[in-house]
C-alpha cells in the first residue's frame, strides 16, 4: 500500500497570511506527467469537498488562494491568504494505485 | 445538478446485518465508480473500496476485504454497503463519493454523499 503521511499535524495562521501543508507519498504517485494527487478540505460535520486534483488543478468553484503543487512524492497545498471560512481539515489522497488513500490529515486554525 | 443522497442513520446491535446505500442523480450513474470511505469518530478518512456500476467490478481494500460488500444496481442508480455481521468497531460515519471522471478507476472524487452515521451497540 502507498502511505501518505502530513506535516504539520495542525498549524494556526493569522487571517490573510499564508498556510502551507505539505504530503509526502511513500513511492511515487506520478505517471507520464500526470500526479495522482487530490487535495480535499473537511468542515466538521460535512462531508470532504474537492479542492485540488491532479496534484495542481483547481476544482471549479475554488477559490484562487487555494495552489497545489510537487510531484513524485512530495506535494504542498498552500492557501495564500487565509480567510475564516478556510478553517478545516485538509487531506491529501492518492488515486494512483489501488488501495487508494488517505493522509491523516491537516488541521488548520486561526 | 449531481447529487449524492445517501440512507438514514442506523443504529444497531453487534452481529446484525446491515446495507446503507447512495442513490446517484443529475448524471450517467453506471458511467462513474462510486468510493465508499470510513471515518471513524473523530477521525481521518479511509478509503473501503470502489465500484464500477457499469459492470459491478468492485475493489476492495485489504482492510476491508471480507469484512463487506460492495454492489450497485444500476438500474435504480444505488449503490450499496453491506455488513454481514457488524461489530462495535464499525462504529463509524460512512460516505460514499463519485469519481470525477468517466470509467477509469484512477479518479479524485467530486462530489460526495452526506454521510451514513452506523452505530453498533449492545
Known amino acids: 500500500d502507498i502511505v501518505m503521511t502530513q506535516s504539520p499535524d495542525s498549524l494556526a495562521v493569522s487571517l490573510g497570511e499564508r498556510a502551507t501543508i505539505n504530503c509526502k507519498s511513500s513511492q511515487s504517485v506520478s505517471s507520464n506527467n500526470k500526479s495522482y494527487l487530490t487535495w480535499y478540505q473537511q468542515k466538521p460535520g460535512q462531508p470532504p469537498k474537492l479542492l485540488i486534483y491532479?496534484?495542481?488543478t483547481r476544482e471549479s468553484g475554488v477559490p484562487d488562494r487555494f495552489s497545489g503543487s510537487g510531484s513524485g512524492t512530495d506535494f504542498t497545498l498552500t492557501i495564500s491568504s487565509l480567510q475564516a471560512e478556510d478553517v478545516a481539515v485538509y487531506y491529501c489522497?492518492?488515486?494512483?494505485?489501488?488501495?487508494?488513500?488517505f493522509g491523516p490529515g491537516t488541521k488548520v486554525d486561526i | 445538478e449531481v447529487q449524492l443522497v445517501q440512507s438514514g442513520a442506523e443504529v444497531k446491535k453487534p452481529g446484525e446485518s446491515l446495507k446503507i446505500s447512495c442513490e446517484g442523480s443529475?448524471?450517467?450513474?453506471?458511467?462513474?465508480?462510486i468510493a465508499w470511505v470510513r471515518q471513524m469518530p473523530g477521525k481521518g478518512l479511509e478509503w473501503m473500496g470502489i465500484i464500477y456500476p457499469g459492470d459491478s467490478d468492485a475493489r476492495y481494500s485489504p482492510s476491508f476485504q471480507g469484512q463487506v460488500t460492495i454492489s450497485a444496481d444500476k438500474s435504480i442508480n444505488t449503490a450499496y454497503l453491506h455488513w454481514s455481521s457488524l461489530k462495535a468497531s464499525d462504529t463509524a460515519m460512512y460516505f460514499c463519493a463519485k469519481h470525477k471522471v468517466a470509467v477509469a478507476t484512477s479518479s479524485p472524487f467530486d462530489s460526495w454523499g452526506q454521510g451514513t452515521l452506523v452505530t453498533v451497540s449492545s
Open positions: 489522497h492518492q488515486c494512483y494505485s489501488i488501495p487508494f488513500t
Open positions: 491532479w496534484a495542481s
Open positions: 443529475g448524471y450517467n450513474f453506471p458511467s462513474y465508480s
